[in-house]
């Protein structure tokens, strides 16, 4: 089975930097997927990690370590558009599966 | 290039109907995804098909269905719908071998 453990509210003020935690417990791991959903939008992609150490993208970064299967999304010079939910999600190991088994996510409210 | 689109944006049914949702994916994208979102479970997997396969399907009843065409549309049925139905129902596309999801706007399905 799948369990993918996120804090479910978090607020940080703008300007500042935030941490997003994200745990899991998987029966098959194929990668690590951070995505972006504001309220009434559909989710958008923003990071992607397989192997252990950190991803950097712009004001993003994620790490992961797979040992301790443990990841954060890192939100740098926060912008008051930052503020969305954040959604952790695990790729099955399954051979050509594309189904993503998700976090029930991190509402993040950014203040001025 | 136009973005997945999902039809119709917003349902209203009463319970034992069934409804039919319809996902038109991203050009040249051949994997499409159903997930269904609520409040309380999050994001939760469906199946995917990719060319006019079922190549994986989530922890759902069997009234749960899905197909997908030669033009890689896709379209997922419910039938004999329940309160607990009500949700918005995303679908994402994929190119193949790759692990990025581009999300539909979803389908925003009220039972009564």
């Known amino acids: 089975g799948q369990n993918i453990d996120q804090p479910t509210e978090m607020t940080a003020t703008e300007g500042a930097i935030v941490q997003i935690n994200c745990t899991y417990q998987?029966?098959?791991?194929?990668?690590l997927f951070w995505y972006q959903q504001h309220a009434g939008e559909a989710p958008t992609f923003l990071s992607y990690?397989?192997?252990?150490g950190l991803e950097e993208k712009g004001r993003f970064s994620s790490f992961l370590s797979r040992s301790k299967g443990y990841s954060y999304l890192l939100l740098k010079e926060l912008q008051m558009k930052d503020s969305a939910s954040y959604l952790c999600?695990?790729?099955?190991?399954?051979?050509?599966?594309?189904?993503?088994?998700f976090g029930t996510g991190t509402r993040l409210t950014v203040i001025p | 290039k136009a973005g997945v689109t999902q039809t119709p944006r917003y349902l209203i049914k009463t319970r034992g109907q069934q409804v039919t949702l319809s996902c038109s994916p991203i050009?040249?994208?051949?994997?499409v995804s159903w997930y269904q979102q609520t409040p309380g479970q999050g994001l939760q997997f469906l199946f995917e098909y990719f060319s006019e396969t079922q190549r994986n399907k989530g922890n759902f009843p069997g009234r749960f269905s899905g197909r997908q065409f030669s033009n890689s549309r896709s379209e997922m049925n419910v039938s004999t719908l329940e309160l607990g139905d009500s949700a918005l129902y995303l679908c994402?596309?994929?190119?193949?071998?790759?692990?990025?999801?581009?999300f539909g706007p979803g389908t925003r399905l009220t039972v009564t």
């Open positions: 050009s040249g994208h051949r994997s």
């Open positions: 998987t029966s098959g791991f194929n990668g």
């Open positions: 990690n397989v192997l252990d």
């Open positions: 999600a695990v790729r099955d190991l399954a051979p050509g599966a594309n189904n993503l088994f």
């Open positions: 994402a596309s994929s190119r193949d071998f790759s692990y990025e999801q581009y």
